[in-house]
């Protein structure tokens, strides 16, 4: 198991070891901050007191969310990693780990500015080490939202204005959670992308998990094969667990993560684009599908 994937396993199994400690709901599941935009097809709010993470995704129509959002390390965010820093996670040693949601010990992240019209949004974001809880006011994170359809678009952006040079490891990018009924995981792992071949359909266990990531998409469906899913075009790898099965576990979810390898480097401005989609394993794959040959 390469260094980097150590330090993501650690993260969660340290991460779910506290979720699921006692019975109470964290304070940030139960606070509702949403900023909400809804094009009548699609409905998106982001949690102000979680660094304006994404925190509720549905269709208009139902209103059901499929996001979890059970703690600030759980939403759909920016997270990245550097240089061990001596910090400690419970006990636990620990790098330099800026995220958007804010620290485990339930610290929120501080949201700069954060801007919404009726489709689109944006905010600015200053990260907070997932260890020790602190603000890191050299690293800054924007995302800007717009929905077209049943799609939401995303782009994130990190900017370090930091001296120090971290190690060239693994981010990702971003960490999705989603509600533990969808835990079926697709993604197509063949050499002839975007034919139309059969998808991989699997159930992850726990703890992380490793798939090929061909069409750069993936999504997690329930029962009647209907989900969420998001397409990364800049990742190469993915990472992916599940944790318990929503009934009897306490703070049960799923979990995916496009990853890529980069160095943090002073100056670094990184930015990407994600979509996020809700429908059947066909409709999702059709649109993205649909995305990709409109960038070409």
């Known amino acids: 198991m390469k260094p980097e994937f150590k330090v993501l ?10 979720a699921v400690a006692g019975a109470d709901l964290p304070a940030e599941r139960a606070t509702d901050d949403f900023v909400f935009i809804d094009n009548g097809e699609l409905r998106l709010g982001v949690k102000k007191s ?5 925190a509720h995704l549905a269709l208009s129509a139902t209103g059901e969310n499929v996001i979890n959002h059970w703690d600030r390390g759980r939403l759909v965010q920016q997270s990245y990693y550097g240089a061990e820093d001596g910090s400690f996670w419970n006990k636990q040693p620990w790098r330099w780990n800026p995220v958007q949601g804010g620290g485990w010990r339930h610290e929120p992240a501080r949201v700069l500015e954060l801007k919404a019209e009726k489709t689109s949004l944006y905010a600015k974001t200053m990260a907070k080490h997932w ?7 050299d690293v800054i994170f924007e995302e800007w939202i717009s929905l077209t359809g049943q ?7 990190m900017t370090c204005s930091g001296t120090n040079t971290h190690p060239n490891i693994h981010h990702e990018l971003p960490a999705v959670f989603v509600e533990p009924q969808y835990d079926t995981l697709l993604v197509y792992q063949g ?18 998990e490793s798939r090929k990531f061909t069409e750069h998409w993936a999504a997690y469906v329930n029962a009647n094969n209907f989900g969420v899913g998001a397409f990364v075009p800049v990742a190469d790898e993915l990472t992916c667990y599940r944790f318990g ?3 009897r576990e306490h703070g049960s979810c799923s979990y995916f993560a496009p990853l890529k390898r980069f160095a943090i480097t002073p100056g670094l401005k990184f930015e990407y684009n994600v979509w996020l989609t809700i429908g059947s394993a066909q409709e999702i794959r059709t649109r993205f599908a649909a995305i990709r040959s409109s960038l070409k």
């Open 50 to 54: 979680s660094g304006a993470g994404i």
């Open 9 to 18: 396993l650690a993260l969660f199994v340290l991460l779910f070891r506290l």
């Open 151 to 157: 799609v939401a678009h995303v782009k994130f952006r």
């Open 245 to 247: 099965d929503g009934r």
């Open 191 to 208: 050499t002839n992308a975007w034919a139309g071949d059969a998808v991989h359909r699997s159930k992850p266990g726990w703890p992380n």
């Open 131 to 137: 260890a020790t809880g602190s603000d890191l006011p």
